[in-house]
């Protein structure tokens, strides 16, 4: 039986776990809510998920909402000797959880999201904060410099990806994105080269491209 992936194209929470799903295998059935149409905010869906938020999953009535959860509990309901999220030891599991908290406080937080924010949610006319924007570019460089340094052989924990490759990604993709289509950003090749090396093997995965929103292809 596949369980039920609710998604928005494009939310880097989402997007971590529809990578999850396919790299552990497991069958899933994807719905795809629109976020311009407000089916998040639509009755059926709020009945499932009162905070209305994607991803969600439901697996055999079992109603499952924010994304780190979701990971964990992918890993220990379908994990197995040929694929886990959380690989390894008692301690490279923390370290796994380590490297997430990092990317969603540190650089996420303090780093992406204020270039973000200035770039475009600003109020139309008004010009971003250039000290903010700054500030944060700065702070996003040291961060990409410290997690290459977190890098263990082609991922973050080994050979193969794991949750904490899968939570970093869609903020790398949005860097790119941002780089290339708001020039005031500065973000375009911003990436040091083990994480550009890192990010291309993210890309090779064969699961990959189904995954890539598909407004960001025009």
């Not at 552990?24 to 009162?50: C, M, Q, R, W």
């Not at 009535?61 to 694929?83: C, H, M, N, T």
């Amino acid at each position: 039986m596949s369980l039920d992936f609710y998604h928005g194209h494009g939310s880097p929470y989402s997007w971590r776990v529809w990578l999850a799903l396919e790299h552990l295998g497991i069958p899933y059935e994807l719905k795809v809510l629109s976020f311009s149409e407000k089916d998040h905010l639509k009755p059926g869906f709020v009945a499932l998920n009162p905070r209305h938020r994607v991803p969600t999953i439901v697996d055999d009535g079992f109603v499952l909402w924010e994304s780190l959860a979701i990971l964990e509990y992918l890993d220990e309901r379908f994990g197995g000797p040929k694929a886990r999220l959380y690989p390894g030891t008692a301690q490279d599991r923390a370290r796994i959880r380590r490297l997430i908290r990092e990317d969603e406080a540190d650089l996420d937080e303090k780093g992406l999201s204020p270039i973000y924010e200035e770039l475009y949610h600003k109020p139309e006319g008004e010009a971003p904060d250039e000290a903010r924007l700054d500030a944060a570019r700065a702070k996003l460089v040291e961060e990409l410099d410290l997690f290459a340094r977190e890098l263990r052989g082609a991922f973050l924990a080994g050979d193969a990806p794991s949750a904490a490759d899968f939570v970093l990604y869609p903020e790398i993709a949005y860097v790119k994105r941002i780089g290339a289509k708001k020039p005031a950003s500065k973000l375009e090749g911003i990436l040091p080269g083990p994480i550009a090396g890192w990010a291309a093997r993210i890309e090779a995965l064969p699961y990959f491209e189904k995954t890539f929103p598909p407004h960001w292809r025009t």
